[in-house]
């Protein structure tokens, strides 16, 4: 396994801690600039609905439209 392809078989590792990391430093400032917990909970409990939401929309759209007609 040549040099390159270790880097590509660690990159998406290194992506989602980016994100990770991102995120945290987010939530961090948030806690920070309000001083209350509450808040980032309210934005994480909203987001994570949202998230629920698009996935039951995405999920009826794609079954509704067979890939193998195209």
Same mark, same amino acid.
């Given at each position: 396994m040549?040099? =390159?392809s270790?880097?590509?078989?660690f990159s998406p !590792? +290194? =992506?989602?801690l980016? =994100? +990770?990391i991102? *995120?945290l430093g987010?939530?961090w400032l948030?806690? #920070? +600039? ?5 808040l980032l909970?309210?934005i994480?409990g909203?987001g994570?609905?949202a !998230?629920l939401?698009g996935? !039951?929309?995405v999920?009826?759209? *794609?079954?509704?439209?067979? #890939?193998?007609? =195209?």
């Amino acid at each position: 396994m040549n040099n =390159s392809s270790k880097k590509l078989i660690f990159s998406p !590792f +290194a =992506s989602q801690l980016g =994100s +990770a990391i991102y *995120v945290l430093g987010l939530n961090w400032l948030l806690v #920070r +600039a309000t001083g209350n917990t509450k808040l980032l909970g309210l934005i994480e409990g909203l987001g994570g609905l949202a !998230f629920l939401l698009g996935d !039951f929309l995405v999920g009826l759209l *794609v079954d509704q439209y067979n #890939r193998k007609k =195209s």
